[in-house]
């Protein structure tokens, strides 16, 4: 567990000294403060209009909204927010859209972490034709 979040003593989420409550009630400057640097610099820098249309969508939906229809997207650069906290994503991988669901621990992280753009290669045995010296092995 890393020092930035940790559980109190009756169990509370905490992000660097603040509850979840405390977070979400925050503006996004107050919290962009709060995040890691490279994070940070994301928001203060302003967020694009891609970013912002994500945003818009998040207010208006509920986690009950977003476990039956997830909120897709393809900004897999976008930092986790607090209010993203319980709601559903569909992240695009490259090649579909992928289910991530937030839990707190996700706070200040990226949407893309989460989901993998690439799969582990495991390569078979090499056959006949495989290499260019395994052409010229004589067949019984």
Do not use: W
């Not at 289910?99 to 949407?111: D, N």
């Amino acid at each position: 567990m890393s020092s930035d979040y940790r559980t109190g003593r009756e169990g509370e989420f905490t992000y660097r000294g603040y509850t979840l409550d405390e977070l979400q009630d925050m503006e996004l400057d107050e919290v962009a403060e709060l995040l890691p640097a490279r994070q940070r610099r994301t928001i203060t820098r302003g967020l694009s209009t891609q970013h912002e249309k994500l945003l818009a969508k998040v207010e208006g939906k509920s986690e009950e909204e977003t476990a039956n229809d997830p909120i897709r997207t393809h900004l897999r650069d976008m930092p986790v927010l607090p209010e993203f906290v319980g709601l559903t994503f569909a992240v695009y991988t490259g090649q579909e859209f992928e289910r991530v669901k937030v839990q707190p621990e996700m706070i200040g992280h990226y949407l893309g972490e989460f989901q993998l753009t690439r799969q582990s290669v495991e390569h078979g045995q090499a056959g006949i034709g495989a290499t260019r010296s395994s052409k010229f092995v004589p067949l019984k």
